[in-house]
């Protein structure tokens, strides 16, 4: 087993990824400045609320897109509440497909808002597996002080 310093930097790195990649911006560590000793998960539980969120506006998204005639209004409402919430985390490749995917709705483009809502889940997908991990090893190295913990 790795040490707590080992441990350390291999979270730093694994959120230098993140962000390298784009999946996260700098509002993910402003999320992670909220968390100190009096709430210990605070991050982890934002992501969980995150996750389980856009998963149900994912599924709406889905029926709006099956339905027709196509509701772009519609559509448009549900795409401005999952890019608030992924804007809320940080979920930067997520928050930018979601303003392009707006975009073919604005235009009742049907293959683009097909195209796009393609890449919305893959960027979900992806990011879930990846925060998941870092969240998990964030858990094996406890309590962090703020300085350390900054990895960009």
Do not use: W
């Amino acid at each position: 087993m790795e040490n707590a310093s080992g441990l350390q930097r291999q979270l730093a790195r694994m959120k230098k990824d993140l962000f390298d990649q784009g999946y996260l911006d700098e509002q993910f560590d402003q999320l992670e400045e909220l968390q100190d000793e009096s709430s210990p998960n605070f991050v982890e539980e934002v992501v969980t609320l995150f996750f389980r969120d856009s998963s149900r506006l994912m599924a709406n998204i889905d029926d709006a897109l099956q339905q027709c005639p196509r509701d772009f209004h519609r559509l448009d409402n549900f795409l401005h509440r999952l890019k608030g919430s992924a804007s809320s985390i940080g979920a930067a490749k997520m928050k930018n497909e979601c303003t392009s995917f707006r975009e073919f709705c604005s235009e009742g483009n049907l293959d683009g808002c097909l195209r796009s809502f393609q890449k919305v889940k893959n960027d979900h997908t992806i990011l879930r597996q990846k925060l998941e991990n870092y969240l998990q090893l964030l858990r094996q190295v406890g309590p962090v002080d703020k300085a350390s913990r900054s990895g960009s």
